[in-house]
């Protein structure tokens, strides 16, 4: 564990306790709070139960709480049966139908609302377009859309029919596509001809027939959003107008009850293998865990307007823009691109039109806009937020500060949130009218959520020094159930380390003498490149598709703005070009992963050798690697290498 990291987040020791006038008015205050950890503390389980009674509306409630009998394979409120899209649309009717559900602006420029009644109005008119089609309870459908109603709309939409959705994100490549519906077993594509991003148009429909000509024997049907408005390839029998076959369809669809556990979604993230897993979730336990940290965690309120800048392809989306908001009555903001289109004001923009209050983005994010200068979110009229809140990677104090100072006019709470595609929801946070910040520091976690750090023997580290592995001691709702077609991998991922006693979040940080939690980074071969989770083996297996690469070792070295940077030592086949041949490889092989996984996945820095550092054994030595990356001297110790002479090459000194 690297000391001179702690070290370095806790040169950041200003604290900032709650606005009084904040915490005065809160949904929970420090009072609240501690009550709410007590009550946890004493039966976390009844503490759980009593929220999903109270907070969700059941069709048949539960009796069985938590069923840990097939244990780590944890399953909530078992006998209850829920609809999640009931939750989040029909509850709302009866108070709520003129309330506006989704405000949405297009990388263009245009605008449009959607109203509950009308949310409600356009699921159903999709849900029986997915039933007259065959799809019903369990059926996979990937959904592989630009960030529009739409999006929210066909995952409402499964849930009301129990279809299992699986959203790929759009910036991701039809290789990927391809993998997951494999994956998943989809019978059915959800996409839209195109999506603005960037100032150019993205052709999701082109990836996804590109897909679909390589395989997914599955896939019947592709329902086409017309969005963007560029030519399609079409393929008759197959390929459907969205507009065409909801307009057929009636605006009423009688919700199918499931059972609490029945599978919501899958999300593909990416761990230490080559294969993406799907991470699945449930009905009733994840919409709780949603739902209660979008109310706890932003402090809602019934006029706020609430946007969370994350794409409905990441976990985050899921939670924080669809099902958490949603479920609470909340009027969300949906944006298409960008937040450099068409200048670094995009996002302060939207905040001042859409009148938003609750903001939630990315440390990545919140760089880049800091690089900009003062002078942008100045001109924008900011004064309807509330609370600020980061997602995805640690925020560096610097980041923080800016925020906290330029956004937040010194007055708004930060929260930052700690969590993963796997905990289905925010796991450490600030209550804002409760917690006192420390910038840098995801604090404690939430009420009914117990974690720890322990060291390589399961033994919990109290030196606030010392940093170990954050483990989650208890089940809690919103936690994965299984990693789609492979519980074997769940098990041995998240809770063999320590013989099933903790939940293995993979992170390591430590926890200070206030016992406040400090992220330090993956213990995984996973990187955090602008806040999307990507595997070093998934490139690295893109890299060795290509017919000239023999090998290839990639790690991350720190980024300014991204977080972390993408660096692949590259093995040719042949020999090692020099020069402007060996410019031109690299440019090919940057463009061939970004084709073959998207553009996120672009290497930043791509170096050849005609070696890889092993050792005798034939692991490769990644933090030898990462020590060259970085541009560091050599502190390993280099003598137990098979071939010692390779270290001087790959620092390009020979
Ligand atoms: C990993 C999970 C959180 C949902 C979106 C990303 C890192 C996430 C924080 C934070 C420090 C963070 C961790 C975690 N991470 N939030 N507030 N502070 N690190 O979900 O793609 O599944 O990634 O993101 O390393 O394990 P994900």
């Known amino acids: 564990m690297s000391n001179d990291k702690i070290s370095s987040v806790l040169l950041e020791n200003r604290v900032f306790p709650p606005p009084a006038e904040f915490a005065a008015r809160a949904r929970v205050n420090a009072a609240r709070m ?15 139960a009593d929220l999903a009674r109270r907070e969700l ?18 399953r909530w409120f078992t006998d209850g049966r829920i609809n999640v899209s009931y939750n989040c649309i029909d509850r709302h009717l009866a108070k709520r139908a003129d309330k506006v559900a989704i405000r949405f602006e297009g990388e263009p420029g245009d605008v449009a609302t959607l109203t509950y009644r009308q949310l409600h109005e356009e699921t159903c008119r999709l849900a029986n377009a997915l039933k007259s089609l065959g799809i019903g309870k369990g059926d996979r459908v990937v959904i592989y859309l630009p960030m529009t109603p739409q999006a929210v709309i066909a995952m409402l939409a499964c849930a009301r029919i129990g279809a299992v959705h699986s959203v790929v994100f759009g910036g991701f490549s039809a290789q990927s596509v391809k993998d997951r519906v494999e994956d998943a077993g ?63 369809a009636a605006p009423q669809c009688e919700p199918e009850w499931v059972e609490a556990e029945h599978p919501l979604y899958l999300l593909y993230t990416s761990g230490s293998t080559g294969k993406p897993k799907g991470i699945q979730h449930s009905s009733a336990g994840y919409l709780l865990g949603a739902h209660q940290t979008t109310q706890w965690i932003f402090d809602l309120r019934e006029d706020d307007v609430f946007w969370c800048t994350a794409d409905v392809g990441w976990v985050t989306g899921h939670t924080y823009v669809c099902y958490g908001p949603l479920s609470n009555g909340t009027t969300i903001v949906m944006y298409e691109g ?17 009148k938003v209050s609750l903001f939630y983005t990315a440390p990545t994010a919140i760089r880049a806009l800091m690089k900009m200068g003062e002078e942008i979110p100045a001109r924008y009229d900011l004064s309807r937020l509330r609370v600020l809140g980061s997602v995805g990677e640690p925020i560096n104090p ?41 910038p840098g520091s995801c604090t404690q976690p939430i009420p009914g959520i117990f974690a720890d750090i322990v060291d390589e023997s399961g033994t919990p580290v109290t030196d606030p020094d010392h940093g170990g592995y954050l483990v989650i001691t208890k089940p809690w709702p919103s936690m994965l159930r299984t990693i789609w077609g492979d519980n074997d991998r769940y098990i041995k991922t ?33 990187l955090k490149v602008a806040g999307h989770r990507l595997g070093t083996m998934e490139i690295e297996s893109a890299l060795v598709a290509h017919p000239r690469v023999a090998e290839a070792a990639v790690v991350g070295k720190p980024h300014d703005i991204k977080g972390e940077a993408i660096v692949a030592f590259v093995i040719l086949r042949g020999h090692r070009p020099v020069g402007a041949e060996a410019e031109a490889l690299v440019k090919e092989l940057r463009e061939f992963v970004s084709h073959t996984m998207g553009p996120i996945a672009k290497p930043d820095d791509i170096r050849f050798a005609d070696n890889l550092p092993k050792t005798r054994s034939g692991k490769i030595m990644r933090r030898l690697l990462r020590s060259i990356a970085r541009g560091e001297a050599i502190t390993q110790d280099v003598s137990t290498l098979e071939n010692p002479g390779i270290v001087a090459q790959l620092a390009g000194k020979a």
């Open 186 to 248: 989809a019978r059915l594509i959800i996409t839209a001809d195109g999506g603005h991003r960037g100032g150019a148009v993205v052709e999701l429909k082109k990836a996804a027939d590109e897909a679909l000509a390589g395989g997914c024997p599955t896939v019947e049907k592709m329902i086409v959003y017309k969005r963007a408005g560029q030519p399609v390839d079409w393929k008759d029998g197959r390929d459907l107008w969205w507009h065409e076959l909801t307009a057929k």
């Open 494 to 526: 998240y809770w063999a380390h320590f013989n099933n006693r903790y939940y293995v979040a993979g992170d390591s940080a430590h926890r200070d003498a206030d016992g406040c939690y400090w992220i330090m980074g993956r213990m995984d071969d996973v």
């Open 338 to 354: 960008g937040p450099m289109v068409p200048d670094a004001g995009r996002f302060w923009k939207i905040c001042q039109d859409h």
């Open 398 to 438: 610097e980041a923080w500060i800016w925020y906290y100072r330029v956004i937040g006019k010194e007055k708004l709470p930060i929260v930052d949130t700690w969590w993963q595609t796997e905990t289905g929801a925010a796991m450490m946070s600030p209550l804002p009218g409760a917690t006192t910040l420390k």
């Open 34 to 48: 501690a009550e709410l950890r007590a009550a946890a503390e004493k039966d976390s389980v009844g503490f759980w």
């Open 57 to 74: 509306d059941w069709h048949t409630p539960f009796t069985v709480a938590l069923d840990d009998s097939a244990a780590p394979n944890y």
